[in-house]
């Protein structure tokens, strides 16, 4: 079982978070997105645009379940909510939203190789958000604001689990 899962929309420092996190709680921090890699011989995204989004969903719950099998933080790719099958998982874990307002998520995408934002990253993110939504509230236990810096955020997180600790 991991110790902490972090979903939220592309931008949102779910990757970030999760290192800080491993590191301040000396655990591992694993990224659905590298353990796709490694397994797929080629980055994730370029996985995503070769062979369409229902073979890398595929993928991702493959690397989800794999992720949860050990004492770890887990950053999840944006999308992960998007399968029943990854929701079912997500369900069982100590799951956080990481979420923040659309400006904050499009400075820190930035130019990233990221294919579901396309040609028009505003856009996009407004329609994900609008998609997956309600699948983060459903699959967390809880919300985080992920604005500001990474200490700020850290500390919200760490204060937040204080809260649902049995």
Known sequence: MARLVLVGLPGVGKTTLARALGEYWRCAALDTDDLIAERAGMPAARYLR??????????ETEALRQALEGDAVVATGAGVVTTSSARELLEREITLWLDCDDETLLARVGDGDRPLLGDDPRRALVELRAQREPWYRASARLSVDASGSLDEVRQRILEALQRVAP
């Open 50 to 59: 070769e062979n369409g989004e229902v073979a890398f969903r595929q993928r």
